[in-house]
């Protein structure tokens, strides 16, 4: 099958990218820049597709950011230090992110006469983010066939299992977890406790695998975290 991936170079959609490739799917990425704080993630994402030989594409969409600026990742708001299922993590929603990029990746594979494009979202992405539901993904699969002639299937693969799974896969699958790259905050060393840090670290304790990110200094140990119930 051949694959356009959403790619961001974040734990998930690394993990799905080494499942495709062992399943031997034919893969591109996608990478789109929307004004994010934590661009850093792009030159984590064309280093992995630069280790497993796989395209790698990028959209500038930073035209869009005046229409994204109420999200704390995209505009002048401070990333919240809180876990997903604080209030404070609202903010980080990008508005109708999921679909702007999987509007784009359709055009790129229908016009490339791909078979599908893909995502990695997850269980635990629907506690903060609307299209990250199951509902989204459905709706959108039906809007993307009556598109055009050519059939593109929208893949999620992960969308029913949470973080901690996807950590106890990915590491059957070899992912290196130290070179993909989290944290909202972009800064040279992933913060640990933003929204998505705190989820690595929570992940990667519930299936008791070894957690290879340095995190900076003043960051709230595991223990700490866990005592606070995850909350920074």
């Known amino acids: 099958m051949k694959i356009l991936q959403i790619y961001s170079g974040g734990m998930d959609s690394t993990a799905l990218l080494y499942a495709f490739k062992k399943q031997g799917h034919i893969i591109e990425t996608i990478w789109f820049d929307y004004g994010q704080k934590h661009k850093k ?6 280093q992995i597709c630069k280790n497993l030989e796989i395209p790698f594409n990028k959209v500038d969409l930073t035209s869009l950011n005046a229409f994204l600026s109420n999200s704390s990742l995209s505009g002048d708001n401070e990333v919240p230090n809180a876990h997903y299922e604080d209030q404070e993590a609202i903010s980080t929603i990008v508005p109708n992110r999921n679909m702007i990029m999987l509007s784009i990746a359709s055009a790129k594979a229908i016009n490339d006469k791909m ?11 629907r506690v903060v983010y609307p299209d990250c539901r199951l509902e989204f993904t459905q709706a959108l699969q039906t809007a993307i066939s009556l598109a055009d002639r050519h059939m593109i299937k929208l893949l999620t693969p992960f969308i029913d299992i949470s973080k901690a799974e996807i950590v106890k ?4 699958l070899n992912v290196p977890w130290q070179d993909t790259w989290t944290c909202y905050k972009g800064e040279e060393l992933h913060c640990g406790q933003c929204p998505t840090c705190i989820e690595r670290r929570e992940a990667f304790y519930l299936v008791k695998i070894n957690d290879p990110t340095t995190y900076q200094s003043n960051a709230p140990t595991t223990e700490e975290l866990i005592k606070n119930k995850w909350r920074p």
């Open 169 to 172: 896969l990915g590491n059957e």
């Open 41 to 46: 993630e792009q030159l984590h994402a064309i």
């Open 115 to 125: 078979d599908a494009i893909a995502f990695g979202c997850h269980y635990g992405d």
